[in-house]
């Protein structure tokens, strides 16, 4: 969809991706492959809650727990299982689980992000680093 948009004259610096959940994931990821294939990246992105480490294994999860009901870390990883198709794909791949990504660091030196998630969420975590 993105180069779609470029190829047709939209200019990189008037889009803006966003993801919530899962989808904020899915946008970092492609902000990261973006980077990778040296295409220009979008104005910025937002990320709602995204869910950035499919391992499922951050400390917030059992923080969290009795405060946020949507994402218990069983059912959660259940899902990740099913996403990465019982482990074809590992689940610390860096575009599967973009937290694992090297190339984070460098990505928000060059667009600007915004990340909006609550202290009490289980996917906190996923959305410090």
Do not use: R
Request: with cysteine; hydrophobic share 35%; glycine share 6%.
């Amino acid at each position: 969809g993105y180069q779609y948009l470029l190829s047709k004259g939209i200019d990189n610096k008037s889009i803006v991706i966003m993801g919530d959940s899962a989808g904020g994931g899915l946008t970092l990821s492609l902000s990261l492959y973006l980077k990778e294939i040296q295409l220009p990246l979008p104005l910025s992105i937002v990320l709602l809650s995204p869910w950035t480490n499919l391992k499922c294994n951050s400390k917030s999860y059992d923080d969290n727990k009795k405060y946020d009901y949507l994402h218990s870390q069983k059912e959660i990883y259940t899902i990740a299982k099913k996403y990465v198709q019982d482990f074809v794909y590992p689940t610390d791949n860096p575009y599967v689980s973009p937290l694992y990504n090297d190339n984070i660091e460098t990505l928000t030196e060059e667009l600007p992000i915004l990340i909006q998630v609550a202290e009490k969420e289980t996917l906190l975590n996923d959305s410090l680093g």
